[in-house]
């Protein structure tokens, strides 16, 4: 069984928004640092956003004031809110957790994540 397991990609045109969503119940989401990451065809796994149990959360500079990251508790959840979509965010998205409390600097790195998703894909047409 999957620690995370992510939802809500899919297709569509610039300008427009998706949600994704990540769940589990091996772990609560809240006691730990994580965050969405995304790769794209060919190119390099880059982190997107991150959320710790405290403190503000961290937004890449390519997606601030187009994405935001949330925690659901009660539900166990964490989300990626995506608006005015880019040809340029197409990539599978990966929902990520640090075995920690906290991410040093604020920011989840690959080497230092613990469980990943299965990926889910976004598609941007422009």
């Known amino acids: 069984q999957e620690e995370l397991v992510e939802s809500g990609g899919g297709s569509v045109q610039a300008g427009g928004s998706l949600r994704l969503s990540c769940s589990g119940n091996?772990?609560?989401?809240?006691?730990?640092?994580m965050g969405w990451f995304r790769q794209a065809p060919g190119k390099e796994r880059e982190g997107v956003a991150t959320?710790?149990?405290?403190?503000?959360?961290n937004v890449a500079d390519s997606v601030k004031g187009r994405f935001t990251i949330s925690r659901d508790n009660a539900k166990n959840t964490l989300d990626l809110q995506m608006n005015d979509l880019k040809s340029e965010d197409t990539a599978t998205y990966y929902c990520?957790?640090?075995?920690?409390?906290?991410?040093?600097?604020?920011?989840?790195?690959?080497?230092?994540?613990?469980?990943w998703g299965q990926g889910t894909e976004v598609t941007v047409s422009s």
């Open positions: 990520a957790a640090d075995w920690r409390a906290y991410c040093p600097g604020g920011v989840l790195r690959v080497s230092d994540v613990r469980y």
């Open positions: 091996k772990f609560s989401f809240g006691n730990h640092c």
């Open positions: 959320l710790q149990p405290v403190g503000e959360p």
